[in-house]
Every structure is written in structure tokens, then in C-alpha cells.
């Protein structure tokens, strides 16, 4: 972040009065960062106000913008008379996390407690998983560093709760995105990055092929889900019965199922997939055919900030078209260089101005990449087949593979 000082006067009409307030905070001018520390004057005139920043009662630089070249994107504290004033030239829209995010120069990430494929720390203490991936890589395009973030767990009643109150930037943990959590909750989902459905997991001992062959059975399930619902509506709907047993994390449910605290276990597909994995006997347990929901994945952001929901979600769709667009961790650099194709040049920023646009420099997409990768690569570190999970890539296959995965194009 470059910490300067910025002069504006417009000597448009008389002044008819002068007063200082305290307007420290973070500015965005023309797509640099400038940190203003120390009191602000404000020069009121006929039809308007100008802004005059003196901290310190110094001017060490001074520079004549127009209205639409300053963007003032966060405030740390109100003005002295009371409130946010509208000033000429300077706008407060709602939110301001890419600023927030700067100006710590650390990503809070909100990811799941841990599960094996997505969101799990390693024998030598670093977070690891799908899910972490996408986090590294909207790191590495906003600050220039993979490792700046910060993994907050949370379950699911808990994670919601931290991205309203500002706890976590983003929210990546296996959330399904639906009509209720985009419209009545207030997020805003950026994209899908794994296409799912909800599935069963039952020991082989049990003797059952059908999730049909359920009736009256116990079943773990994960309070605060969308698969609450959806499991009702199954029995329901095939007239059977059941018993719930409320768990709060994966890992419990890992243990109460092991422990014959219920029959079934209940959760997205890949999710199963990844806990059978770290079963000492997977073999001993069975995925059900039955998926009996669409669970759309994705990241999510706050209402109304618009800007870092743009940031995260382009970040996203950059990791996608890498893959279709044959760009990899190992020849970002060479690509970077120049290419044939006109979209990858300006997906690395060799053409046009798409980093600026998104407040950021021309190398962002370049440095999401090469942090862990283009979405494919991220795919087969975590949870493709040849990892324990295994886990084929089925719709999460490329448009031209025959899948859904699909980016808006980069122009």
C-alpha cells in the first residue's frame, strides 16, 4: 500500500467557511492505494464542498483531480460533527473489504473445521484442501502472496455468523448456494466451484443397496444444512421413516458413525467420498447410488460489496478458463509473455486494462495461478484419482468435456 498525502482544492466558487475534521482512513485514487492519517479540512463554498487534506498541517503533495478519479471505498472514523458526510467528489459505498483486506495485507478466510479433500491442516501445520486453494489464489491476486490468509473454522451454524459480522472476508467451505442464503440471509454466492448432490454412506455390514431400504433408521446429519431438508423430503416423499442424530462437524459425524451412533451418514457426495477416504477400512463402507439433491458450491461474500465480490469471483473464473484456456502453474510465466490467443493475453494482463477495472494490477490473474494452479490442477491435487478421495471429475468437467464448468469470457 502506497501511505501518501493528497492535496484537493477546486477553487470553483467562494469559500464561505472552513472547518477540520478528523477523515483518517484509506482512499482509492485511480487504482493505487493511498493511506491519510491526521485531520482533513473541509471548505465549504456555494453549491458544494471541496476537501483539503492537511495532516499534520503540512501539504507534501498536492494534486487537482476531477470527481470521478477519487473514490473514497473506507472510512475508520466518522467525522467529528457526526455521521458519514457526502463530500464532492468522494462516495462511501457499503462494505470496502478489498480496502480492509489491503490495509491488514492478510485475507481472513472462513473454511470448514476440517475435511479431508477440502479444508484440512497437515502434518506440518498448514491448511491444505480445495477449498483452501480458492483462498490462496484470490490471496495471491490481491496481495501478492499465497500464504497471507488466515483459516478461520467454521461449522455450520457458525459460518454464516462470521461472514455478516465481518469476521471472515470470504466464506469457501462446501456451502450450497440457494434461493434463501442469496436472497433472505444477504450473501452473495461468486460462482460455483464444485457441482454436488447429497448422498448415503452406510456400513457394507448393513445389507442395504437403496437409500429406499432406509425405513426407520438412524441417520447423522449435520445441523444448519441444507441437508437437513433435503432428507426429510426424501423419507417423506418415499413414505419411510427415520431417526436424526444432530452432529455439528464432519469430524464428529466421523466418529458417531464409526461408533454405531446411527446407520447413515448424510452429506454432499464428495464429502463422503472424502471421509470414507480416511477411514483405516474404507472398503467396509458403501456409497448409496441414490443423489437426491443438486448442492451448487461456491464462495460467498456480503451483500453489497460489490467490488470484492467482483475480486473473489473473477478470481475464480480465472482459475477456470487457465484450464480451458491450456494455461498452467508451470507455463503461466512463458504465457505471460505473449500469446496467440487474445484472451489469455488479456487474462494475464499482456492486453487491455481488466486488472485495473478490478482495482488491481495487471499481473493478479498471473500470480491465482501460479499459486496452486488452474482449477483442474487444484482439482487433482485434492480430490481427483489419484488421490485417496478419488473422486472423478463429472460435472465439475469443462463445458468441452462434457461438464458444467464454464467462465465468462475475459474481454
Known amino acids: 500500500m502506497k501511505k ?17 475534521q478528523d477523515y483518517s482512513g484509506v482512499y482509492k485514487f485511480r487504482y ?27 501539504v507534501l503533495e498536492k494534486r487537482q483531480v476531477s470527481d470521478d478519479q477519487i473514490q473514497k471505498v473506507n472510512n475508520k472514523k466518522d467525522c467529528k460533527s457526526g455521521g458519514h458526510e457526502q463530500q464532492r467528489g468522494i462516495q462511501d459505498p457499503f462494505g470496502g473489504t478489498l480496502i480492509d483486506v489491503v ?25 491444505q484442501g480445495f477449498d483452501v486453494s480458492v483462498c490462496r489464489a484470490v490471496a495471491a491476486a490481491v496481495l501478492g502472496d499465497p500464504d497471507a490468509v488466515e483459516f478461520i473454522p ?6 454464516f455468523t462470521a461472514l455478516a459480522s465481518g469476521e471472515i472476508d470470504v466464506l469457501a467451505r462446501n456451502t450450497t448456494w440457494t434461493f434463501s442464503r442469496d436472497v433472505d440471509l444477504k450473501f452473495e454466492f461468486v460462482g460455483v466451484n464444485y457441482y454436488d448432490g447429497q448422498g448415503f454412506m452406510v456400513p457394507k455390514a448393513l445389507g442395504v443397496s437403496s437409500a429406499k431400504e432406509l425405513d426407520g433408521a438412524t441417520v447423522c446429519i449435520q445441523t444448519g444444512t441444507t441437508t437437513e431438508l ?16 444432530p452432529i455439528e462437524t464432519n ?20 464429502g463422503l467420498a472424502a471421509t470414507r477416504a480416511t477411514f483405516e477400512y474404507p472398503g467396509d463402507h458403501v456409497l448409496l447410488p441414490e443423489i437426491i439433491s443438486k448442492e451448487p458450491l461456491g464462495p460467498m461474500v456480503r451483500h453489497g460489496d460489490d467490488e470484492w465480490g467482483d475480486v473473489v469471483r473473477w478470481t475464480l473464473n480465472a482459475l477456470i478458463s487457465a484450464e480451458e484456456l491450456g494455461v498452467t502453474s508451470a507455463n ?32 493478479w490473474a498471473l500470480r491465482a495461478i501460479a499459486a496452486g494452479g488452474n482449477y483442474g490442477e487444484i482439482f487433482a491435487k485434492n ?22 464448468l464454464y467462465s465468462p469470457p475475459f474481454r
Do not use: H
Not at 433435503?230 to 442424530?245: C, G, H, K, M, Q
Not at 480430490?383 to 458444467?404: F, H, M
Open 332 to 363: 503461466v510465466e512463458a504465457m505471460a509473455a505473449g500469446s496467440d490467443n487474445p484472451e489469455v493475453n488479456r487474462l494475464l494482463g499482456n492486453e487491455g486494462d481488466l486488472g485495473e477495472l478490478l482495482g488491481l494490477d495487471p499481473n
Open 154 to 159: 467454521t461449522t455450520g451454524k457458525t459460518r
Open 230 to 245: 433435503n432428507l426429510a423430503d426424501f423419507f417423506r416423499s418415499n413414505n419411510i421413516s427415520y431417526e436424526p442424530v
Open 32 to 58: 493505487d492505494y493511498v493511506m491519510v492519517e491526521g485531520t482533513i479540512d473541509v471548505v465549504e463554498y456555494d453549491g458544494g464542498k471541496d476537501i483539503v487534506f492537511l495532516p499534520c498541517s503540512q
Open 383 to 404: 480430490l481427483g484419482s489419484e488421490t485417496p478421495i478419488g473422486l472423478a471429475r463429472g460435472l465439475n468437467s469443462q463445458w468441452t468435456d462434457g461438464g458444467l
Open 251 to 270: 469430524a464428529e459425524a466421523q466418529q458417531q458413525y464409526l461408533a454405531g451412533a446411527c446407520d447413515v451418514y448424510t452429506t454432499d457426495a464428495s
Open 103 to 127: 490495509g491488514r495485507q492478510r485475507l481472513n478466510c472462513g473454511v470448514s473445521s476440517g475435511f479431508a479433500g477440502f479444508a484440512y491442516v497437515d502434518s506440518g501445520g498448514d491448511w
Open 4 to 20: 501518501a498525502l493528497l492535496y484537493i482544492l477546486f477553487a470553483i466558487a467562494p469559500i464561505s467557511a472552513a472547518k477540520s
